[in-house]
T-cell receptor, first 113, second 114 residues
């Protein structure tokens, strides 16, 4: 089925370790996003990519880096994980222009100990 | 970016119609109003989107008054499976960048009881 695929689904890291969360979409969407969701909270935007070759900071970019590898893929990297980055991470994509919504992946549950 | 305000939680019973109202006083001319549904341990799912007046699809209806400063999501005859968090968002849908990304608040937690 068409959609947004995130890997891994679960991950436990030790403080200071690094890792990359992968996201791929097969809908030929121009824009892609990374959100984090903490318990009882809404989603907060970390980074986004309006189109291939561009990336911009969202609300909470500190401690993260992103790469828009191509039109399909948008990765999120934690260089030195901290317990405050324990969260559920969602990737989303959307078509630019017009009344279209976002399609979200199923999330990556990350725990930093 | 336009800020939205919606109730933190709502309770309903199976078979009832549920209306969730969202206020967005600072909505811009080119902003759309979009609603998402999120079940536990899943990503949000697009429900409906509108610009003005009324929009209806197989899942819900969206009512937007002429001044567009508020909107109401209407769920007809809810069932237990409609228990979820519902988010109201305002922005230039589908566009990133300075034109406005969709900002999620805490949403409305709808609990449907038997």
């Amino acid at each position: 089925n068409a959609g947004v695929t995130q890997t891994p689904k679960f991950q436990v890291l030790k403080t200071g370790q690094s890792m990359t969360l992968q996201c791929a979409q097969d809908m030929n969407h121009n824009s892609m996003y990374w959100y984090r969701q903490d318990p009882g909270m809404g989603l907060r935007l970390i980074y986004y990519s309006a189109s291939e070759g561009t990336t911009d900071k969202g609300e909470v970019p500190n401690g993260y880096n992103v790469s828009r590898l191509n039109k399909r893929e948008f990765s999120l990297r934690l260089e030195s994980a901290a317990p405050s980055q324990t969260s559920v991470y969602f990737c989303a994509s959307s078509e630019g222009g017009g009344p279209y919504g976002y399609t979200f992946g199923s999330g990556t549950r990350l725990t930093v100990v | 970016l336009a800020k939205t305000t919606q109730p933190i939680s709502m309770d309903s019973y199976e078979g009832q119609e549920v209306n969730i109202t969202c206020s967005h006083n600072n909505i811009a001319t080119n902003d759309y109003i979009t609603w998402y549904q999120q079940f536990p341990s899943q990503g949000p799912r697009f429900i409906i989107q509108g610009y003005k007046t009324k929009v209806t699809n197989e899942v819900a209806s969206l009512f937007i008054p002429a001044d567009r400063k508020s909107s109401t999501l209407s769920l007809p005859r809810v069932s237990l499976s409609d228990t979820a968090v519902y988010y109201c968002l305002v922005g230039v849908s589908g566009r990133g960048g300075s034109q406005g990304n969709l900002i999620f608040g805490k949403g409305t937690k709808l609990s449907v009881k038997p």
